[in-house]
T-cell receptor, first 114, second 113 residues
Framework: KAGVTQTPRYLIKTRGQQVTLSCSPISGHRSVSWYQQTPGQGLQFLFEYFSETQRNKGNFPGRFSGRQFSNSRSEMNVSTLELGDSALYLCASSLVRDLSYEQYFGPGTRLTVT | TQLLEQSPQFLSIQEGENLTVYCNSSSVFSSLQWYRQEPGEGPVLLVT?????EVKKLKRLTFQFGDARKDSSLHITAAQPGDTGLYLC?????????????FGPGTRLSVLP
């Protein structure tokens, strides 16, 4: 079974631009979550989508948005990029097992904002 | 805001030694997960603990969930260089619908041959 894939793997953008990142979950997984990972703040939850609906949202500004398609693929968008948005963006697809969610992470997209 | 703390932040040991890393919070979690992350990759789920006091073993790794479901520990016996990586704990809030995991800052483990 193929794992979670994320594209692109690396991205360099200029401050003020916008960016769209893509995530394809494991087949059959309907929940997709996005995280931002930085050396200073660690892994922080951005949002979770389930059946095309945003079910949970972290404490990030409105510049960060996402969506999920009917095939469970998900995209996240960051508008008006800031230098502080440089980070590893991770996507995780999940299934429920034993009353908890098992998360399977992709390799991430490394975003550098200059 | 629910926070998870992990200790130690860094750990460097020789192959064959034993070690324990800790994950603590003042909040109650419905479940807690441990992950290992290697450079350039996403975290990989090692275990999920759900019941207070639960102990799970995965080969040389032993995971324990505190009785009050506020803390957890990971013990590695006879560490090997392949155990090197960033160990992250993540908690699911007790009142959460869906998933909204809170991650600790991680323990960076280096096992020297």
């Amino acid at each position: 079974k193929a794992g979670v894939t994320q594209t692109p793997r690396y991205l360099i953008k200029t401050r003020g631009q916008q960016v769209t990142l893509s995530c394809s979950p494991i087949s059959g997984h309907r929940s997709v979550s996005w995280y931002q990972q930085t050396p200073g703040q660690g892994l922080q939850f951005l949002f979770e989508y389930f059946s095309e609906t945003q079910r949970n949202k972290g404490n990030f500004p409105g510049r960060f948005s996402g969506r999920q398609f009917s095939n469970s693929r998900s995209e996240m968008n960051v508008s008006t990029l800031e230098l502080g948005d440089s980070a590893l963006y991770l996507c995780a697809s999940s299934l429920v097992r034993d009353l908890s969610y098992e998360q399977y992470f992709g390799p991430g997209t490394r975003l550098t904002v200059t | 805001t629910q926070l998870l703390e992990q200790s130690p932040q860094f750990l460097s040991i020789q192959e064959g030694e034993n070690l324990t890393v800790y994950c603590n919070s003042s909040s109650v979690f419905s479940s807690l997960q441990w992950y290992r992350q290697e450079p350039g990759e996403g975290p990989v789920l090692l275990v999920t603990v759900v019941t207070g006091g639960e102990v799970k073993k995965l080969k040389r790794l032993t995971f324990q969930f505190g009785d009050a479901r506020k803390d957890s520990s990971l013990h590695i016996t006879a560490a090997q260089p392949g155990d090197t990586g960033l160990y992250l704990c993540a908690g699911a809030p007790d009142d959460n619908y869906g998933q909204n995991f809170v991650f600790g800052p991680g323990t960076r483990l280096s096992v020297l041959p």
